[in-house]
């Protein structure tokens, strides 16, 4: 049976190199046509493995697995443009999400904007935790530093509804900023992973500049902020932007760019163990 422990040993399998069906089928110890199996539902499913096969029609034909960040994300010329403005940005004022948003056809997109100080007031979690009860398998955050997993009001209580997912077995992975300013929110979501005796929480270390979730590869939700500048007829007041994707095209476009940046990032067990070596003198 499929399950996360199965998922997890293939995917750790498969991102240190290529490997072929019948590799795969002898490291969990299931037969070729069980593996291929899995194989394809967690590309479907997931995202985070794709798979090509040489000498296809032949009996020579081999069929390899690899790791969905070792493939270009892009397949137009306006993703490849986008692709290389995200991939090297690194702070959330480097990328504006409308940049995304103009290209996705209007039936399939949504949005609203608020201006306020604080997200949190303007309404925003009664609509993110109804788009994150929706997940029934996978959700993906690009973060700046997990500061969301603190963020609550009376009625909704993020990290509650992150703890309930994670007790579902959803799996939850991250790209974010691990460092001294957040790792308090980092160590936070990981626990989870100790609550429930499962790896379902994995979170990558990586300067980005993407504020957004994307839901079992069906849904992105993306968030943009702009300040004001003080200058006349601009901007006076801060301005949240949040949009709503639910193109399968841009969706997993979206979803190859984070499996691009996971793969190439450092986990955040390896980072917060060398931050513990730090000593802090008065």
Known sequence: MLNQDVIKKIE???????????????????????????????????????????????????????????????????????????????????????????????????????????EVKLGRLTDFSKLLVKAKKQILFF???????????????????????????????????????????????????????????EIHHREQPLRATIIDQDLCNLKEVKEPTGREKELKNKTFMFYNLNDKDWTSWMTRIFWKMFSSSIDAKKRLEQMNKLKYVD
């Open 143 to 201: 973060s700046g530093n997990l500061s969301f997993v603190n963020y609550k009001t009376k009625d909704v209580d993020i990290f509650t509804i992150l703890d309930d997912l994670v007790k579902k077995g959803i799996s939850l992975k991250v790209v974010c900023k691990v460092d001294v300013t957040g790792s308090e929110n980092v160590k936070k979501l990981l626990s989870l992973n100790y609550k429930y005796g499962k790896e379902l929480v």
């Open 12 to 118: 750790d399998f498969v991102s240190v190199k290529p490997r072929s069906i019948q590799e795969v089928a002898n490291h969990i110890g299931k037969n070729w046509r069980t593996a291929d199996r899995y194989i394809k539902d967690i590309e479907k499913d997931f995202g985070t493995i794709s798979t090509r096969t040489f000498r296809e029609g032949t009996r020579g034909a081999l069929k390899i697995v690899y790791w969905a960040g070792m493939e270009k994300a892009a397949s137009s010329v306006f993703q490849k443009e986008l692709e290389e403005k995200i991939m090297t940005g690194k702070e959330k004022y480097d990328f504006s999400a409308f940049d995304i948003f103009q290209y996705v056809d209007d039936k399939n997109k949504s949005a609203w904007v608020r201006k306020g100080e604080d």
